[in-house]
């Protein structure tokens, strides 16, 4: 049986979507994995946001907070940057991911150090810091459980929270087990005690933490870090550095709008009332505390994110990366996160891959979706991801590409068409003479020429012998009752 663990999709980025889709939907393992979702995660989701009277007001006031704060991001950065230097930290600004790489780069070699321990971190993950980090020779140990599994596996996150979800306890053993030098049983809890014993050795011997950010509140310059397994108090608590890496859509202005995230992020991600640990750090140690870090960075990263905010896909840096998404779309749940071939997979990162990666590399993305609106549904903030797809879709006929050209003088034809009465009769006449009289059956399973892409998986209606505007004049006008 071919397993997850051997798929080259698991390791690779920038791979070719349906032929990833497929070889998901073939993998028995995966599937097994996947088929659980939906009621576990997705489920807990909506329980959690059906049992909360005030979801529904909450969700519109984080929205209200998000796009407000977006109007006047610059303002409410530069209140940041001065937060945090006012309390000791240093902010450094990034225009991209290989820019954020060399800052940190830069702090480290400061630092002299050789290991690091790393919170999870999407963010991280877009500005693919690991391979940076082990060019430079020096080593990051991940110490979210899921995110350690992946990391000796040397495969991608499968989903936004759940990094390992792919994974089943028995593959975990497998990966595990070399690094123990003993056979691991597939037992979920002895996993853990080993993976914590581990990590425990690396939180005392690392010098510098790097995090992401769950938000920044500009007026303190807080950074809020939400979790459930302890690994991101240690890594912030015990390295002498900490630095955090984030994007800019992360800030919110006023420690007062925080509540309102908090109630709706654990909810939307694992249907937890709130995360088991909250941490909120502003700045380095200062003279009187006990533990916390001598030096704290907060890396600001833009990666496209201010072309976004002119943009009509603007609402895209709402998310707040809870994965709620992805647990309620039927095509994630279908084939799982690494066929999306991004960092950031799902309904969202059907809509983010191609803005931080390009729309002709991943021109397969904003079609992985039915548009049935469950990921709107789901998403704490109401994010309007299929408007988006479909603004996407608009966007694709603009690109350069064989498909996308045949697509849109379809379409264009197909418009013109539908604006002219006298055509479209022309158009249906000929139709129906044509085509309507060839195909006797209902459905078209081949179209011709390079509109064939149609039905490689799916048929075509074939035109009708007779149009319903002859039927109607042969009939009669009244019609029959
Ligand atoms: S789009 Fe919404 S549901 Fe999906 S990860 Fe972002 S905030 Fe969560």
Redesign the pocket.
Known sequence: MKTTTETDYSRQEHHEFLAASQAALTDESLQSSLSLLGSTLGHRNSEAFAAFPASAQLREKARAIKDATLAELDKHLETLEASVKSRGGQVHFAADGADACQIILNILTKANVRRVVKSKSMTSEEIHLNPALEAAGIEPVETDFGEYIIQVAGQRPSH?VAPAIHLRASHVADILSPVAGERLPPDATELAAFARKRLREAFATADVGITGANFVVAETGTVVLLENEGNIRLSTGMPRVHVAVVGIEKVIPRMADLPVFLKILAR?ATGQKMSVYTSLITGARRPGELDGPEEFHLVLLDNGRTKILGGPLRESL?????????NACPIFRNIGGHAYGGIYS???GAVLTPLYDGLAANHHLPHASSLCGA?QA????K?A?PEMLIKLREQLHHEPGESGRIEALAYRVWARMMRSPTLYRLGTWLATRTAGRIWTSRWMSKLPGGLNGWTVSRDFPAPAAERFRDWWEREGKGGPT
Do not use: E, N, Q, Y
């Not at 709402?318 to 709620?324: D, K």
């Open positions: 936004i939307g709402f998310c707040i990366r809870c994965g709620a998404c992805l799902g309904p969202i990921c789901a998403c704490p903030v994010i991801i």
